[in-house]
């Protein structure tokens, strides 16, 4: 069954600074991958996502991640990050059977410092 | 823009109560899913479902039920609710191969 690791629970970083979120997933299969962020009190909001085509996806709020088959990974990464953009990022990867059964992570939780 | 949304932010509720959590979507999407949130375990699937009518289980199913009477609205119900179903929940909906749009949770106690 797939399965995803998020293995940083906790980024802590300085405003302006960047900032990579890591995110490994278990199966090379063909896969769909997604980047959900969650601020407090409210639902996840779809950063990103990779269906097909280019490696380097671009997101909303300044965000991209790069889809690695080799290494199996699909990282999160802004070169500057705001006081706003703290939250808990959470990635998913598509079922392998069922594609529109998602798989999440634990989450990251992004903690942005003045 | 996609709208989803979950009737209760905040319930509580004791022991043994049957309780209803109630998630409505307005962009005919045919799929819609529960799932639980809890700290250190990320999002758990508890059911999904692809048409009205039509449920499947997710990974923890036990101690929930569903019910998709129409196709907007999916209804998650605790039979007897217990002290380890204190949780968020959280409701979410899709086109076919489309992305998941989450609604705003319902925060769960059970006491």
């Known amino acids: 069954a797939q399965s995803v690791t998020q293995l940083d629970s906790q980024v802590p970083v300085f405003e302006e600074a960047p900032v990579e979120l890591r995110c490994n997933y278990s199966?090379?299969?063909?896969?769909?991958l997604f980047w959900y962020v969650q601020y407090p009190n409210q639902g996840l909001q779809l950063l990103l996502k990779y269906l097909s085509g280019s490696t380097l996806v671009k997101g909303i709020n300044g965000f991209e991640a790069e889809f690695n088959k080799s290494q199996t990974s699909f990282h999160l990464r802004k070169p500057s990050v705001h006081i706003s953009d703290t939250a808990e990022y959470f990635c998913a990867v598509s079922d392998n059977i069922d594609t529109d059964k998602l798989i999440f992570g634990t989450g990251t939780r992004l903690q942005v410092f003045p | 823009d996609v709208k989803v949304t979950q009737s209760s932010r905040y319930l509580v509720k004791r022991t043994g109560e049957k309780v209803f959590l109630e998630c409505v979507q307005d962009m005919d999407h045919e799929n819609m899913f529960w799932y639980r949130q809890d700290p250190g375990l990320g999002l758990r699937l508890i059911y999904f479902?692809?048409?009205?009518?039509?449920?499947e289980k997710g990974d923890i199913p036990e101690g929930y039920s569903v019910s998709r009477e129409k196709k907007e609205r999916f209804s998650l119900i605790l039979e007897s609710a217990s002290t380890n179903q204190t949780s968020m929940y959280l409701c979410?909906?899709?086109?076919?191969?489309?992305?998941?749009?989450f609604g705003d949770g319902t925060r769960l106690s059970i006491l």
């Open positions: 979410a909906s899709s086109p076919i191969n489309q992305p998941q749009h």
């Open positions: 479902s692809y048409d009205v009518k039509m449920k």
């Open positions: 199966s090379s299969v063909s896969v769909y």
